[in-house]
T-cell receptor, first 116, second 107 residues
Framework: GAVVSQHPSRVICKSGTSVKIECRSL??????MFWYRQFPKKSLMLMAT?????????EQGVEKDKFLINHASLTLSTLTVTSAHPEDSSFYIC????????????FGPGTRLTVT | GIQVEQSPPDLILQEGANSTLRCNFS?????LQWFHQNPWGQLINLFY???GTKQNGRLSATTVATERYSLLYISSSQTTDSGVYFC?????????FGAGTRLTVKP
């Protein structure tokens, strides 16, 4: 149980284009999902907290107009990187809060974005 | 926000050895997890352990909440244990990650 998927697993796009990443909880409903970013050999940095049916809460320094988050259903959150630039290249990982009454998070397999 | 320190940053072991990884928090937390990140980047949940002790096979973890630290024990290490181990914690669902411990287990 508590499986989280992400799609795509890998994407290459040209500078100036937009890319959408999907995060799905496959066998449970997730009121709250999270988006993280990880640079090579570094830790995970929380970008935003996504609550179903409401606006995401962004961490300080994360541009909300650049990283658009939508959590329209209890099993799907999307992250759209708009007008991507090479510095947006990174590993993006989503997670979902488990339906266990605790704060435990389950993570997706990640999406590697390369902007050329 | 909460600061999370992990030690050691790197650890090299011979297969069969035991190890202890530590995680210190700058403030009290009610949410604490240990993860293993595999070579493909997937985070594997090891323990959800805001307090107390848990064991799962060769792995166990202990969190002393009053002293703001947690320990992950790996016994009889195997080459497949290699990878990066992260602890993460915070208050409610605001979870912050440590920098990780990179473990290499040599045959």
């Amino acid at each position: 149980g508590a499986v989280v998927s992400q799609h795509p697993s890998r994407v290459i796009c040209k500078s100036g284009t937009s890319v959408k990443i999907e995060c799905r909880s496959l066998d449970f409903q997730a009121t709250t999902m999270f988006w993280y970013r990880q640079f090579p050999k570094k830790s995970l940095m929380l970008m935003a907290t996504s609550n179903e049916g409401s606006k995401a809460t962004y961490e300080q320094g994360v541009e909300k107009d650049k990283f658009l988050i939508n959590h329209a259903s209890l099993t799907l959150s999307t992250l759209t990187v708009t007008s991507a630039h090479p510095e947006d290249s990174s590993f993006y990982i989503c997670s979902a809060e488990a339906p266990t009454g605790t704060y435990e998070q389950y993570f997706g397999p990640g999406t590697r974005l390369t902007v050329t | 926000g909460i600061q999370v320190e992990q030690s050691p940053p790197d650890l090299i072991l011979q297969e069969g050895a035991n190890s202890t990884l530590r995680c210190n928090f700058s403030d009290s937390v009610n949410n604490l997890q240990w993860f293993h990140q595999n070579p493909w980047g997937q985070l594997i949940n090891l323990f959800y352990i805001p307090s107390g002790t848990k064991q799962n096979g060769r792995l166990s973890a202990t969190t002393v909440a009053t002293e703001r630290y947690s320990l992950l024990y790996i016994s009889s290490s195997q080459t497949t244990d290699s990878g990066v181990y992260f602890c993460a914690g915070g208050n409610n669902n605001d979870m912050r990650f440590g920098a990780g411990t990179r473990l290499t287990v040599k045959p």
